[in-house]
């Protein structure tokens, strides 16, 4: 069974750091990109940043300075720090993993989601 568990979301006054944590586990044949997708309440799911097996990255221009994603391939594992957090950071912030599950066979993979709350 193939999964991402997240770690690391909680409270964080404004200016604030967290580090965010994805591990994929299970029958994995690889993963290609990984990313940290965020939806605060009443809006959309959004893109915050993705990093790709060679270690390329995208940002979302509101994060670009502030947060940093990084992985460790031997690890299946990719972190997002957040640094100068501000209260519009609020949101559930979802691992999503592009896995190779067998020779022909790549899907999508989401984790639970982890709570991330920047008070002013």
């Known amino acids: 069974q193939v999964q991402l568990v997240e770690s690391g979301g909680g409270l964080v006054q404004a200016g604030g750091s967290l580090r965010l944590s994805c591990a994929a586990s299970?029958?994995?044949?690889?993963?290609?990109?990984m990313g940290w997708y965020r939806q605060a309440p009443g809006k959309q799911r959004e893109l915050v940043a993705d990093i790709s097996s060679g270690g390329s990255t995208n940002y979302a221009d509101s994060v670009k300075g502030r947060f940093t994603i990084s992985r460790d391939n031997a690890k299946n594992t990719v972190y997002l720090q957040m640094n100068s957090l501000k209260p519009e950071d609020t949101a559930v912030y979802y691992c999503n993993g592009r896995l190779r599950i067998s020779y022909s066979i790549t899907q999508d993979y989401w984790g639970q989601g982890t709570q991330v709350t920047v008070s002013s």
């Open positions: 299970g029958s994995i044949f690889s993963i290609n990109v």
